[in-house]
């Protein structure tokens, strides 16, 4: 069954390897390593993909070269969740788009001269799975050289790839072109708009990769409710976090004052909560803490917890059983309901009170049964 024309495709760079006894191995996928999107062409041992992002939203153009390609699926767990929703373009990419899928070009070296003179700030992966993403500097047929971005700016010493290591070029992605819009503007951003950087007591730093970021809503003495950002600046969740597991809170960063451009050019286009999360939480009344809120959820609706003691940034299930110290997750992985955690009032950081993967996700469970 193919889906709305959308395919998964996974890169060699991409699977992990490992033997087993005797001549026996077994191939692991990272789960977010793949691309989504819809196969515009096949050009001279290159797949023009044109992209779908994880919100479900049109994104750049991405060149695939076809030799390092693992799988192309059209029949996947992903792929049912999109035909499930609906593929909208709030950044206008189908336009933006438009020029780049008719570049004509014969190798490598002509597609990199097609991006030095459209689109020089770009992503690339290349035979290992590593991905660079900075401002093409130079190029000649054998390497190119970019100055990386790192953070908030570019680094001033360029970073040499050779061509031939370059499985994945994507051009013209959303995150990249706001990146190159705020650089051009020349502007110092304040955090005006009072965001924070929320950092946790855990021992992993990879969680909540490596602290929360948006603005405090409403706190007490116990708990906050937090509007957390994603990494374009958009409402991603609203969620009531326990301060008990907080570290320290940070207002004062060139992160957050990148974040204070990214919400503003979200409000200005009409992107800032495209999920309608802040019209969905009464803020009124006092704050209930994690354990209150995991206490009072319905059985049949997906819930976003994160966890001081489990490996992982958050997770998204459905709860099966609460006793006075804790309670138990069946975990949805992949858009497929798997294991069960068992997690303690105790080692909860947050909880969302409503969140744009939670949605989906909830639409997925709902359609599927």
């Not at 049912?80 to 020029?99: C, E, G, R, V, W």
């Not at 040499?160 to 502007?187: E, G, H, M, T, W």
Request: glycine share 4%; with cysteine; proline share 2%.
């Amino acid at each position: 069954m193919k889906v709305n024309n959308l395919v998964q495709i996974t890169l060699n760079a991409d699977q992990e390897k490992y033997n087993l006894d005797g001549d026996e191995s077994i191939t692991f996928i990272d789960a977010n390593s793949y691309y989504i999107g819809q196969i515009i062409n096949r050009h001279h041992g290159w797949i023009t993909l044109e992209s779908v992002d994880q919100d479900g939203n049109w994104g750049g153009v991405v060149f695939i070269r076809e030799n390092q390609i693992a799988k192309i699926e059209d029949n996947t767990p992903v792929l049912h969740y999109y035909a499930t929703a609906s593929i909208y373009d709030p950044f206008h990419m189908k336009q933006l788009n438009a020029s780049v899928l008719h570049w004509d070009f014969t190798n490598i070296y002509d597609l990199l001269i097609n991006a030095s003179d459209e689109h020089p700030f770009i992503t690339v992966e290349v035979n290992t799975g590593v991905t660079y993403t900075g401002l093409i500097t130079q190029l000649d047929k054998n390497e190119v050289r970019i100055l990386e971005k790192n953070e908030t700016i570019l680094e001033h010493y360029a970073t040499v790839i050779p061509l031939a290591d370059i499985v994945c070029i994507d051009i013209n992605s959303i995150d990249n072109r706001l990146f190159v819009q705020y650089l051009k503007q020349n502007k110092n951003y304040d955090n005006d708009l009072e965001l924070a950087e929320i950092y946790f007591d855990y021992t992993f730093d990879d969680q909540f990769g490596s602290f929360a970021i948006g603005k405090v809503l409403k706190y007490d003495e116990e708990n906050l409710i937090l509007e957390s950002l994603n990494e374009l600046g958009q409402v991603e969740s609203i969620a009531v976090i326990s301060r008990s597991h907080i570290a320290h809170i940070s207002e004062d960063s060139e992160k957050l004052n990148y974040f204070n451009y990214l919400v503003k050019w979200q409000k200005k286009n009409n992107s800032f909560d495209p999920d309608h999360l802040e019209r969905s939480i009464n803020l009124r009344g006092e704050i209930k803490s994690p354990a209150e809120v995991i206490e009072d959820w319905p059985n049949d609706r997906v819930v976003k917890i994160s966890d001081s003691i489990y490996h992982y940034p958050d997770r998204l299930g459905l709860v099966t059983e609460r006793n006075e110290e804790g309670f138990d997750l069946k975990i949805l992985t992949e858009y497929d309901l798997g294991d069960v955690s068992d997690h303690s009032y105790d080692d909860l950081i947050s909880v969302d009170l409503a969140s744009s993967d939670m949605i989906k996700m909830q639409r997925f469970v709902d359609y599927h049964g």
